[in-house]
């Protein structure tokens, strides 16, 4: 069955670049959530979007922004980059709900790595 | 703000014996419960996932329970190998609209041969 698909897996940048990553949605989900874990911590919810709406934000820095696009894929770009956000960054996606079930189903993950 | 407790934060045991991990959540009103997988610096792999109005699901050798009234939920590991070393986090989803899944920091298990 296919996967959220993440994109790069691993980006190693310097403080006060930027970086894009990528998510692609398992087909048909419309709904697409952030996650940022730092190193022995627990994922923390960043921002998510349904049907290209931004639906909920989390914890996540004024330096970031995310975007859906038409065909559900999306993007979370950050800038000035600071050591601290050195994690493994991971993106969920949950189908269409009907008040009968919901789950996110995560991706692998990308791990940046800013020195 | 619902919180989320896993004890204990790190275990360690020989193979072969059962144990159990713990979760609690400090508000009741969740719509499911989800144990994870994480092996270091990897993705999450999901294990379980019982429903608000479920008690238990099983996997395998895993067992997991929910008793959402009191805000607790175990994982139960049967006859544990080294293969089963792993971080194992909790997560609990709430609906208000729209999906908010929140973490435990989870328990770091280390299955000795």
């Known amino acids: 069955a296919a996967g959220v698909i993440q994109s790069p897996r691993h980006l190693i940048k310097e403080k006060r670049e930027t970086a894009t990553l990528k998510c692609y949605p398992i087909?048909?989900?419309?709904?697409v959530y952030w996650y940022q874990q730092g190193p022995g911590q627990d994922p923390q919810f960043l921002i998510s979007f349904y049907e290209k709406m931004q639906s909920d934000k989390g914890s996540i820095p004024d330096r970031f922004s995310a975007q859906q696009f038409s065909d559900y894929h999306s993007e979370l770009n950050m800038s000035s980059l600071e050591l601290g956000d050195s994690a493994l960054y991971f993106c969920?996606?949950?189908?269409?709900?009907?008040?009968?079930?919901?789950?996110?189903?995560f991706g692998p993950g990308t791990r940046l790595t800013v020195l | 703000k619902q919180e989320v407790t896993q004890i204990p934060a790190a275990l360690s045991v020989p193979e072969g014996e059962n144990l159990v991990l713990n979760c609690s959540f400090t508000?009741?009103?969740?719509?499911?419960l989800q144990w994870f997988r994480q092996d270091p610096g990897k993705g999450l792999t999901s294990l379980l996932l019982i429903q608000s109005s479920q008690r238990e699901q099983t996997s395998g050798r895993l067992n997991a329970s929910l008793d959402k009234s009191s805000g607790r939920s175990t994982l139960y590991i049967a006859a544990s190998q080294p293969g089963d070393s792993a971080t194992y986090l909790c997560a609990v989803m709430t609906v208000e609209g729209y999906q908010k899944v929140t973490f435990g920091i989870g328990t770091k298990l280390q299955v000795i041969p």
């Open positions: 969920a996606s949950s189908p269409p709900t009907s008040g009968i079930y919901n789950e996110q189903f």
């Open positions: 508000d009741s009103a969740i719509y499911n």
């Open positions: 087909p048909r989900h419309d709904t």
